[in-house]
């Protein structure tokens, strides 16, 4: 009787156990590591570190493919705090490629930086990821923003309407990227709905092919200071991805150029002959 309770006992032990032990499995495979609030799948170290920095050239890559439109809202105002003189301008990104221009989050322990992930669809519905920056919180716009995006430039033009010498740059070059008007007409693979919304979280943020992300001049960092800047004739170049952190289809068209007279605090777009 004694060895049959005794057996018993170490039965309901067992039990226990057995119990305990999936209860710490099940915990360990369900519990979320908070990443920035991500909301991405954690990848380990050796994960983070075989992201290549480009995939290998592949005809099957479905690349985005950016281009900056002109600048067509533009105007001069000063600053409410400095009373510099300062323009004010629109951004437009469009995506003319193949495939999405798709960026996620990733949290880095090591450097406290969450870096973005360039996701590339392939033909055979597979995907690639490769490092292609950081995502940054945008103070002043309260959601964040993907570094090294866009940039513009003012050059002074000579009297011959020869390209000068550099007078400024936008200090802005991050942005939320997302779809914000459709191309007409479509593009070939161009969703007919918006993919990648207004959320500006550091999750998942993109461009759709045949898509445009536009930033307007009101929003704050539009704007360049040109208060040392003498009235004259400008050119304003507006670029895409000036840095190459993003791989294209074409690398080469990611710019666009307009003219502009500056007087005082009026500034007008020179018609292209």
Same mark, same amino acid.
């Given at each position: 009787?004694?060895?049959?309770?005794?057996?018993?006992?170490?039965?309901?032990?067992?039990?226990? =156990?057995?119990?305990? $032990?999936?209860?710490?499995?099940?915990k360990?495979?369900?519990i979320?590591?908070?990443?920035?609030n991500?909301?991405?799948?954690?990848?380990?170290?050796?994960?983070?570190? &075989?992201?290549?920095?480009?995939?290998?050239?592949?005809p099957?890559?479905?690349?985005?493919?950016?281009?900056?439109?002109?600048?067509?809202?533009?105007y001069?105002?000063?600053d409410?705090k400095?009373?510099?003189?300062?323009?004010?301008f629109?951004? %437009?990104?469009?995506? =003319?490629?193949d495939?999405?221009?798709?960026?996620?989050?990733?949290?880095?322990?090591? &450097?406290?930086?969450?870096?973005?992930?360039?996701? #590339?669809?392939?033909r +055979?519905?597979?995907? +690639? *990821?490769? &490092?292609?920056?950081?995502?940054?919180?945008?103070?002043?716009? *309260?959601?964040?923003?993907?570094?090294?995006?866009?940039?513009?430039?003012?050059?002074?033009?000579?009297?011959?309407?020869?390209?000068?010498?550099?007078?400024?740059?936008?200090?802005k070059?991050?942005?939320?990227?997302?779809?914000?008007?459709?191309?007409?007409?479509?593009?070939?693979?161009?969703?007919?709905? #918006?993919t990648?919304?207004?959320?500006?979280?550091?999750? &998942?943020?993109?461009?759709?092919?045949?898509?445009?992300?536009?930033?307007e001049?009101?929003l704050?960092?539009?704007?360049?200071?040109?208060?040392?800047?003498?009235?004259?004739?400008?050119? =304003?170049?507006?670029?895409?991805?000036?840095?190459?952190?993003?791989?294209?289809k074409?690398?080469?068209n990611?710019f $666009?150029? %307009?003219?502009?007279e500056i007087?005082?605090?009026?500034i007008k777009?020179?018609?292209?002959?």
């Amino acid at each position: 009787m004694e060895s049959k309770s005794k057996n018993i006992i170490i039965g309901l032990i067992s039990i226990l =156990l057995a119990i305990i $032990s999936s209860y710490f499995l099940w915990k360990g495979r369900n519990i979320e590591t908070p990443i920035n609030n991500l909301g991405v799948k954690p990848k380990t170290a050796q994960e983070q570190k &075989t992201l290549s920095l480009s995939p290998v050239s592949d005809p099957n890559l479905l690349l985005p493919d950016l281009k900056a439109e002109p600048v067509s809202e533009i105007y001069i105002l000063r600053d409410s705090k400095t009373q510099n003189r300062e323009i004010k301008f629109n951004t %437009i990104i469009s995506n =003319l490629g193949d495939g999405p221009l798709e960026i996620i989050g990733l949290f880095d322990e090591a &450097t406290d930086k969450t870096r973005a992930i360039q996701r #590339i669809k392939t033909r +055979q519905n597979e995907i +690639q *990821e490769r &490092t292609a920056g950081y995502f940054a919180f945008h103070p002043d716009h *309260e959601h964040w923003h993907f570094n090294d995006f866009a940039l513009l430039e003012i050059f002074y033009l000579n009297s011959d309407n020869s390209i000068g010498a550099p007078t400024a740059m936008s200090s802005k070059q991050t942005f939320c990227l997302a779809d914000e008007s459709r191309i007409s007409p479509p593009l070939p693979n161009s969703p007919a709905n #918006i993919t990648y919304d207004w959320e500006c979280d550091n999750n &998942t943020q993109g461009i759709s092919v045949g898509w445009r992300d536009n930033y307007e001049a009101k929003l704050a960092g539009q704007e360049i200071n040109i208060q040392n800047a003498p009235d004259g004739r400008y050119l =304003l170049r507006s670029t895409a991805d000036p840095f190459d952190r993003i791989l294209e289809k074409d690398e080469t068209n990611n710019f $666009s150029e %307009i003219r502009v007279e500056i007087s005082g605090m009026r500034i007008k777009i020179i018609p292209s002959s």
